[in-house]
């Protein structure tokens, strides 16, 4: 199975910072790649799909970059609600794989 | 609106069956492939199994593969995941969701389920 390994597992930040997660891919996986968002208590949400491609309704701070091992979200200038738990999935294959969670503080 | 209800959690023991179900509204659901994730508590995400949107093809987590299986009643709007020999680290929230794009096997899981709770205990 392919792993993903995310980081920081967890970062403190303000409000209007800019905020990079990274995940990284165990082999390649050329853009199959999405990132969720996840609130407290709350199911996940898709942030972006295809490494890069915003999903309809997410804001344009949120960003997405890179292909085949390495990947960043970008989120431009962090928000009161954007405090949660990132995750990333991979999608090249099965079993599909989620990165450990990077937990956003403030 | 789409929606998505997950129901069917509960305790079990340990070697005992459970069978999740996930009730949609809002859209077809023999034109989409779907997903169940689940999340231990204070645990992330575990992908646990997907549906083809034409039931041709099943996959499964190796955690899961010859204990679990997925199925779908496209005539009740509802997915299943019918789940045997049940391990203390079964415990977790499942979530059902469904992929973005109709009609291809799409990876990409928007929206979700507000998740149900199993928690496998002696």
């Known amino acids: 199975a392919i792993q993903m390994t995310q980081s920081p597992s967890s970062l403190s930040a303000s409000v209007g910072d800019r905020v990079t997660i990274t995940c990284r891919a165990s082999q390649g996986i050329r853009n199959d790649l999405g990132w969720y968002q996840q609130r407290p208590g709350k199911a996940p949400k898709l942030l972006i799909y295809a490494a890069s491609s915003l999903q309809s309704g997410v804001p344009s701070r949120f960003s997405g970059s890179g292909s085949g091992t390495d990947f960043t979200l970008t989120i431009s200038s962090l928000q009161p609600e954007d405090f949660a738990t990132y995750y990333c999935l991979q999608d090249h294959n099965y079993p599909l794989t989620f990165g450990g969670g990077t937990k956003v503080e403030i | 609106q789409v929606q998505l209800v997950e129901s069917g959690g509960g305790m079990v023991q340990p070697g005992r069956s459970l069978r999740l179900s996930c009730a949609v509204s809002?859209?077809?659901?023999?034109?989409?492939?779907m997903h169940w994730v689940r999340q231990a508590p204070g645990k992330g995400l575990e992908w646990v199994a997907s549906?083809?949107?034409?039931?041709?093809?099943?996959d499964y987590a190796d955690s899961v593969k010859g204990r679990f299986t997925i199925s779908r009643d496209s005539s009740q709007n509802t997915m299943y995941l019918q789940m045997s020999s049940l391990k203390t680290e079964d415990t977790a929230i499942y979530y059902c969701?469904?992929?973005?794009?109709?009609?291809?096997?799409?990876?990409?899981?928007?929206?979700w389920g507000q998740g149900t709770l199993v928690t496998v205990s002696s």
């Open positions: 549906i083809s949107y034409d039931e041709i093809d099943k």
């Open positions: 969701a469904r992929a973005v794009v109709e009609w291809i096997q799409c990876n990409w899981l928007d929206p």
């Open positions: 809002g859209f077809t659901l023999r034109s989409y492939a």
